[in-house]
């Protein structure tokens, strides 16, 4: 493939509701562009970008996939993303090197919650954007309805660019209002089209929506508004020019009518892309730190290198790869660079473009191209690759916060080392799974964004390694603290069994801190009835036993403990003696200060369509929630809670089932509760049997 500037490259990132066909649209589109002799479909499991075992046997995407076509003489990178927000990470990722999102909706379904979800993050990168309406010759499909939908759930500025002369069954024919044609397609895999005058029924319908898209793209730009205002319309070198601008600056947003399964509408699309989308070079503003500062990094194929990698790749049949966006100079194998964010340097070895799984050697690749690179020794995705002093980190990818999390339990023991092997790998693959050993509960602790995604992780472990685990309920981390004060509690530990003993003599102090103020340890000893030497094992002995807790086995917090008096022995006395006096005094006043148990609660914001308002709230409600706030957000409403974490297990998966999949959800810790009294006693009395059993 030949060497292209970056005005004539284009980014695009397929974005939308699982099922709504952004797989198939591109196939079809590589199939057109003539970089594969056949179209594949999902249910025969062999497409382009669905190679991956779990996307052929599940028939959905998993992982973000980078294509490329050749179209008009430039050069169409399209990244084909998950529908599933179980695996919204790769969309994050995807549209952070993308120039232009395009959100593929269903003719007869319209908005769904996939759409509306990766919408969100289109307005928060402010990435210019495009909409096809795909299956329109689906029966029940309603093309105009589905616009206004778009417009009133996604975007007053869709505006429609070609419309089908027929709906349905015999969907075949496109009306373009750039070219003022219908264009007619013959069988997919024929690649026959046929441009025509506009049907006589049409060319009213025709002519109304041509001059709402001129009207709208007159808005967009002063000086092509006022030639619009004398001359009553725009020429094509003005209309093509405010296009450009509009869809840049997002006040325009281009819809397309289009039938992936019959390839009709897709050309207009790549003609209309190729013509009007923004390339690399026109996307301008800050997008990294230069030693701390902000700073533009320009799309200049003559500027230093200067590159992100938004994915990793570890496939058994395809190896490890990290992929790339260049944002400066152009790279070649052989070259050294700087990993700017972790301050390693890393040597490029073989450069691919890649179509799925099949990689097209490529001895450069320059500024705005997109690329992959045999796996970097250590670097992972988010990470910049520069040339080396230059001082740049491009900005870093912002991934979502987990909202559901499970311990792995392993069905065999000795597999420890695999499983982390593996989850790394998946955490390298997609950086929202997190994994992590959590010492307080002694549980390795998996984090994603659904149920399915955490599955698939575990798959992997089954089919890479052979080592099957078991998801269940992570250990709640509760804290231990108590209300009142114990004036004295005296512990004299002394042990004689023949030569020396042990002795150590303490009376405490306990008393309740302020939540948050933590341990505070005072040494109150007057005229050395405990020598200095042995002060510090006392306090070591309490910080151990509060790590341990009395009630669960939960850490002990805010307390504050004195050491006012005790007796020692010139021979017998040691710190271990010392230490275990100061543990056993300190159980004992512990539980003779009316002590409780404290559970987390998390700051969870909740974001659902008023009709499911009460049906999410009393749920809230039921799993011991407060309601702390509501506000509204277009045509969802936002309900902020405190809910304690025990309550929220698989509520990311319950949430969807309240609300027919429209309901997500974020959490965050808040601070630490009194655990209800009858709470208390339940959580106690399982820890009690679940020591009994060990």
Known sequence: MKEYNPDAIRNIAFIGHGGSGKTSLAENILFRAGEVNRIGSVDEGNTTSDFNK????????????PLHAEWNNTKINFIDTPGYSDFIGQVVSSLHVADTAVSIIKGAEGVEVGTETTWEYVQKNNSPAAIIVNKVDNEHSKFDETVEMAKDRLSQDATVITFPTAEGVNFNSVVDLIKMKAVTFGDPSSKKETVEDIPADLKDKAEELRTQLIEKVAESDEEIMEKFFEEGTLNDEDLKKGLKSAILNGSLIPVFAASASKAVGITNFLDFASEYFPSPADRTGNNAKKNGEDFEVKCDPNGEPTFLVFKSLSEPHVGELSIFKVFSGSVHAGLDLENTTLDKTERLSQLFILNGKNRKEMTKISAGDIGAVVKLKDTHTGNTLAAKGSGIILNPIEFPESVIRAAIRPKSKGDEDKISSGLHIVHEEDPTLSVRFDPEL?????????????????????????????????????????RAVCEDSEYKHKKQSGGRGQYGHVHLKLEPQPRGTG????????????????????????TEIMSKGILTGSTVIDIKVTLFDGTFHNVD???????????????????SSKPVLLEPIYDVTVKV?????????????????????????????????????????????HLRSLTSGRGVHARSFSHYETVPKEVEEKVIDEYNKSKEEE
Do not use: C, H
Request: glycine content about 10%.
């Open 54 to 65: 779990n996307e052929i046997e599940r028939k959905i995407t998993i992982s973000a996939t």
């Open 442 to 482: 002694s549980q390795t602790i998996i984090s994603g964004q659904g149920e399915l995604q955490l599955s698939l992780a575990t798959k992997l472990l089954v089919d890479r390694y052979g080592v099957e685990v078991d998801l269940i309920e992570p250990r709640i981390p509760y804290r231990e603290t108590i």
């Open 519 to 542: 341990f505070e340890f005072v040494n109150a000893i007057v005229g050395g009835v405990v020598p200095g030497r042995f002060i510090p094992a006392v306090e070591k002995g309490l």
């Open 573 to 591: 006395s040691d710190e271990i003696s010392f230490k275990i006096a100061a543990s056993q005094a300190f159980k004992k006043g512990f539980l």
């Open 609 to 653: 369509p008023e009709e499911f308002m009460g049906d999410v709230m009393g749920d809230i409600s039921s799993r011991r929630g407060k309601i702390s706030g509501m506000d509204s957000e277009g045509p969802f409403q936002i309900i902020k809670a405190k809910v304690p974490l025990a309550e929220l297990y698989k509520y990311s998966t």
